[in-house]
T-cell receptor
Framework: DQQVKQNSPSLSVQEGRISILNCDYTNSMFDYFLWYKKYPAEGPTFLISISSIKDKNEDGRFTVFLNKSAKHLSLHIVPSQPGDSAVYFCAASRSGGGADGLTFGKGTHLIIQP | DTAVSQTPKYLVTQMGNDKSIKCEQNLGHDTMYWYKQDSKKFLKIMFSYNNKELIINETVPNRFSPKSPDKAHLNLHINSLELGDSAVYFC?????????????FGSGTRLTVV
């Protein structure tokens, strides 16, 4: 039962262009969403998050958009840089978290081509 | 100065053995977690531990037991290892139990059961 889905296992983007990573969720109780970035042989590192009371959050080159009615969020990276090549995980949680922790998607492998 | 450190990084062991993975965080966080990334690349929470309160994901076999000697450590002990336990195990910590706080992950322990 995948409550958080990232349907693109991989995405290839040219350097300097925009990268758009998508994520869908099914549990309407989720009210906080996060993106993590992971390099090989390292743990995931927190990138950006958004609360369900917002529809957009921006941090430098990274912007996360949330469409609650569609249960969809996306991460935009612009401009894309070679160092952005990594696996990106979408994660969701309910207020209070705790036992449930974060529910992760399977990840999307972003490849930035020179 | 690694914020969340796990040892060992790699662990190869035979079926039926008992093994432990250690985790330490120097962030002063009050909540620690263990996540498992299986062969399908899903990251799933196993345990969360906050202020001596342990919350267990009901799907985790009781062969797995977390041990917390103090707030900065949450070790994972596994009894009678099985082939299906092969995975990457990530320790994480956060300030507060709610997932609205950023999680900091360790770099993972790749466990291979042969």
């Amino acid at each position: 039962d995948q409550q958080v889905k990232q349907n693109s296992p991989s995405l290839s983007v040219q350097e300097g262009r925009i990268s758009i990573l998508n994520c869908d969720y099914t549990n309407s109780m989720f009210d906080y969403f996060l993106w993590y970035k992971k390099y090989p042989a390292e743990g995931p590192t927190f990138l950006i998050s958004i609360s369900s009371i917002k529809d957009k959050n921006e941090d430098g080159r990274f912007t996360v958009f949330l469409n609650k009615s569609a249960k969809h969020l996306s991460l935009h990276i612009v401009p894309s840089q070679p160092g952005d090549s990594a696996v990106y995980f979408c994660a969701a949680s309910r207020s209070g978290g705790g036992a449930d922790g974060l529910t992760f998607g399977k990840g999307t492998h972003l490849i930035i081509q020179p | 100065d690694t914020a969340v450190s796990q040892t060992p990084k790699y662990l190869v062991t035979q079926m039926g053995n008992d093994k432990s993975i250690k985790c330490e965080q120097n962030l002063g966080h009050d909540t620690m977690y263990w996540y498992k990334q299986d062969s399908k690349k899903f990251l799933k929470i196993m345990f969360s531990y906050n202020n001596k309160e342990l919350i267990i994901n009901e799907t985790v076999p009781n062969r797995f037991s977390p041990k917390s000697p103090d707030k900065a450590h949450l070790n994972l002990h596994i009894n009678s290892l099985e082939l299906g336990d092969s995975a990457v195990y990530f320790c994480a910590s956060s300030q507060g139990r709610g997932s609205n706080y950023g999680y900091t992950f360790g770099s993972g322990t790749r466990l291979t059961v042969v």
